[in-house]
Every structure is written in structure tokens, then in C-alpha cells.
């Protein structure tokens, strides 16, 4: 005779975790409801898409066009949508006149909230480490040191799952984020760059003296020039691993990231606020849902004309792995290696 032993039954931890991801689930289900009601056919899968990753519901026709233009990532919920949803937070917070200690303690909870909500996918979580690393700085009031938080988060995600070491999006997530970090980063200052700064001092005095339109056209240049730097940036530096694992090279992208972006920055405003109003009552979501609803028409409309440019992107074959491995290696040397001075 042979005894059966029933196994354990589930433990209340059990239960508790099956009972948050139940509710999760159930929100984001009710979410991509919500949106679904406020868009169209053609506009709806891309802001379930935008607002909460889920890809399912996307066409392959539009997955091909963010292809070639060098724009997938927007059907991917990313440290780029946190960064929204921070701002967004923030100003809330700063309607509300929250003390400071409650305004930390606000964005790491929507932050929290907003990546449980996407699932948790890893390019998500590292932004949601980074922030959270920020916020823990401003609480104990140290320095915080973006490329420290960064490897930190690299570590974590590697630690929970090590086959993320081998994930094309979790490598171009890191990628990007390091690549708008060193770009945005000051290096060593000389007496020459100090001497320039002085200069740089005095024009900005002369600067002040001119009419108020001068300045608003003098500062939009300087942050489209900006936008446009940092889009060049880091389509170069992520192109060899994309021609790699996609066949494709998409110089079309740097103007393109030009344009989406801000358009991107009211879909996923508007696209939240339309989840958030739809909750409380389904007619308070209509303002959003249309604003939602035109800015992504805005964006589709971009990404197709990107794809009709002559010589905006190329399809073809992938370069050896070598290449791509010494290009890198090659890229970290130059920022470790730094000459001497006389």
C-alpha cells in the first residue's frame, strides 16, 4: 500500500500575491476598455500600445513601419513613459502643493503603480530603480550619481533574471539611457573651457538685454538643437546592434524621434488622464480620449511619411557579430581612456 500525501495548501503569501496580480490584471483590462471606447480602429491599438505595453493588438503592418523608422520603441512601455509620467506627477503634486517629503513619497508610489500596471516589463523597472534612487537621495539629501543608479539597476534585473542579459530591448534600453547620460555629462574642466564659460557668461548677459520674443526664439532653438543631438546620439550608438538583430539601418529615425516626441509626450498625457477620468465616469473621458485620439492620428501620420522617404532606411544583411563586439569594446576604451595633460 502506498500513502498520498496531499502537498501543502497555498501559504497567505500565496494568496496575497494571486490577489494583487488578479487586481493588476483586472485594471489593465479595464484600462485598454477605457481607451478602446475614446479611439478608433486605427489609433486604438497603439494607445493600449502606448498607455499600458500592450503590443497584442498592434498590426503588423504598423509594427514594419516603427520598424524601418527607427521608432519600435514606442509599442515598448519604457524608461521614456516613466520619465512622462513623472512630469506628470510632479506637476500634480505641485497643484496640490505637496510638502516635500509627501511629493517624494507620491512619484515613487505612481511610479511603483505605473510599472506594476505595464507588467513589469525590465526597461520599466530600470527607469522605476533610477527614479526610486532619486528620490531616496533627495530623502536622505546625498548626491545622486545616474551611471552608479544605472549599473545598480543592471545588477538588480540581472540578479532576478539572468537571461535578460541576452534580451535585444533590455540591451537597447541601457543603451540608449547611457548614451543620453554621457552625451548630457560635463567632463574635466580646463582653464580654457573656464575662460569659456566666462564668455558664455557675458553673452547671456547681452542675451538678457534683448526684447522677450528674441529670447523664447533663442531658447526653443537651443532645445531643438538639443532634442535633435540627442536623437543623433543614440541612433548612432544603438545602430550596429539593430542593424544586427533587425537587418535593417534607419538613418531617417534621428528626424523622425525629432517630431514623435513631443506628440508622444501629449498621447501618453492624454492617453492616462483618459484611463483615469474613464474610472470615475465614462463622460469625463471624452476630452482626453479625443485629444488622445487626434495626437496619435498626428503621430501615425509622421512615422508613415518616414517610411516613403527615399534612402531613409535600408534593409540589409547582418554585419558579423565581431563587428558589432568590437565596436563596442572600442566605444567603451574612448570613454575610459583619457590623454594626458602636459
Not at 6 to 25: Q, T
Not at 105 to 122: D, E, H, K, Q
Not at 206 to 234: E, K, N, Y
Request: charge should be positive.
Amino acid at each position: 500500500q502506498f500513502v498520498r500525501f496531499d502537498p501543502d495548501p497555498p501559504s497567505a503569501l500565496f494568496h496575497l500575491r494571486w490577489l494583487l496580480y488578479r487586481a493588476i490584471a483586472v485594471a489593465a483590462q479595464r484600462s485598454r476598455q477605457i481607451l478602446f471606447r475614446h479611439t478608433d480602429e486605427s489609433t486604438g491599438p497603439l494607445a493600449v500600445a502606448l498607455v499600458i505595453g500592450q503590443r497584442d493588438f498592434v498590426d503588423h503592418r504598423t509594427r514594419d513601419a516603427l520598424l524601418v523608422t527607427g521608432t519600435a520603441h514606442l509599442l515598448s512601455v519604457s524608461g521614456l513613459h516613466l520619465a512622462i509620467i513623472v512630469i506628470l506627477a510632479s506637476v500634480v503634486a505641485t497643484g496640490l502643493r505637496f510638502p516635500p517629503y509627501g511629493r517624494i513619497f507620491w512619484i515613487l508610489g505612481i511610479c511603483i503603480f505605473y510599472t506594476a500596471i505595464t507588467g513589469g516589463r525590465p526597461p520599466v523597472m530600470r527607469a522605476c530603480m533610477l527614479v526610486a534612487a532619486l528620490m531616496l537621495s533627495l530623502l536622505i539629501r546625498r548626491p545622486s550619481q545616474p551611471m552608479n543608479s544605472l549599473a545598480l539597476a543592471a545588477l538588480i534585473l540581472m540578479f532576478i533574471n539572468p537571461e535578460l542579459l541576452f534580451s535585444v530591448g533590455v540591451q537597447l534600453s541601457f543603451l540608449a539611457v547611457t548614451t543620453l547620460l554621457m552625451c548630457g555629462r560635463r567632463g574635466d574642466v580646463s582653464s580654457v573651457e573656464r575662460a569659456s564659460r566666462r564668455e558664455q557668461r557675458l553673452d547671456e548677459l547681452i542675451r538678457g538685454s534683448r526684447p522677450g520674443w528674441i529670447r523664447l526664439l533663442h531658447a526653443t532653438g537651443l532645445l531643438f538643437g538639443q532634442m535633435l543631438w540627442f536623437s543623433g546620439c543614440v541612433t548612432a550608438i544603438s545602430m550596429p546592434l539593430v542593424w544586427y538583430q533587425f537587418h535593417v539601418v534607419s538613418p531617417i529615425s534621428v528626424v523622425t524621434n525629432f517630431f514623435l516626441w513631443p506628440l508622444l509626450f501629449v498621447s501618453l498625457a492624454a492617453g492616462v488622464a483618459t484611463v483615469l477620468a474613464g474610472w470615475v465616469a465614462d463622460s469625463l473621458a471624452v476630452v482626453p480620449g479625443w485629444i488622445c485620439h487626434v495626437s496619435i492620428s498626428c503621430m501615425r501620420w509622421v512615422i508613415e511619411t518616414a517610411t516613403t522617404i527615399p534612402l531613409g532606411h535600408f534593409w540589409l544583411p547582418a554585419p558579423p557579430v565581431w563587428w558589432v563586439i568590437v565596436f563596442y569594446v572600442g566605444l567603451v576604451a574612448s570613454l575610459i581612456w583619457r590623454p594626458s595633460r602636459n
